[in-house]
C-alpha cells in the first residue's frame, strides 16, 4: 500500500504563486509514475501534471503549460507542484495521485491523497 498526502494550499491573489508539496509512504518503491490532478466546483477532476519514476519525463495539461513545474525527489518521497501566475480559474481542490503501471501519463491512477484546497481571488 502507498499514502499520500498533499500540503501547500491556500488563498492567494490572481498573479500569485504557491507550492504544493506530496508526500509518498508505505511501498513507495512500487510507483512508476506520479501525478496532480484538481477538482472544481461542479466539474470532473482532470489532470493537471505527471512526472515518471526517475524525474525525468514530465506532461502538462494546455491550461497549466508554461505556468506549473512538477517535480520530484526521490530520496524524500515527495513530488512537489510549483504554481506560478495563478488564475481564479486554477481554484480548485487538488490531488496527489501514484500510478504503479507505465501507461498513460494522463489516466489509471492508483493511490490518492486526501487532496489540498488552492483558491486564487480576482
Known amino acids: 500500500q502507498v499514502q499520500l498526502v498533499e500540503s501547500g494550499g491556500g488563498l492567494v491573489q490572481a498573479g500569485a504563486s504557491l507550492r504544493l508539496s506530496c508526500a509518498a509512504s508505505?511501498?513507495?518503491?512500487?510507483?512508476?509514475?506520479m501525478a496532480w490532478f484538481r477538482q472544481a466546483p461542479g466539474k470532473e477532476r482532470e489532470f493537471v501534471a505527471a512526472?515518471?519514476?526517475?524525474?525525468?519525463?514530465?506532461y502538462y495539461a494546455d491550461s497549466v503549460k508554461g505556468r506549473f513545474t512538477i517535480s520530484r525527489d526521490n530520496g524524500k518521497n515527495t513530488v512537489d507542484l510549483q504554481m506560478n501566475s495563478l488564475r481564479p480559474e486554477d481554484t480548485a481542490v487538488f490531488y496527489c495521485?501514484?500510478?504503479?503501471?507505465?501507461?498513460?501519463?494522463?489516466?489509471?491512477?492508483?493511490?490518492w491523497g486526501q487532496g489540498t484546497q488552492v483558491t486564487v481571488s480576482s
Open positions: 495521485a501514484a500510478g504503479l503501471r507505465r501507461n498513460s501519463w494522463y489516466a489509471d491512477y492508483d493511490y
Open positions: 508505505g511501498r513507495t518503491s512500487i510507483i512508476y509514475k
Open positions: 512526472i515518471s519514476r526517475s524525474g525525468g519525463n514530465t
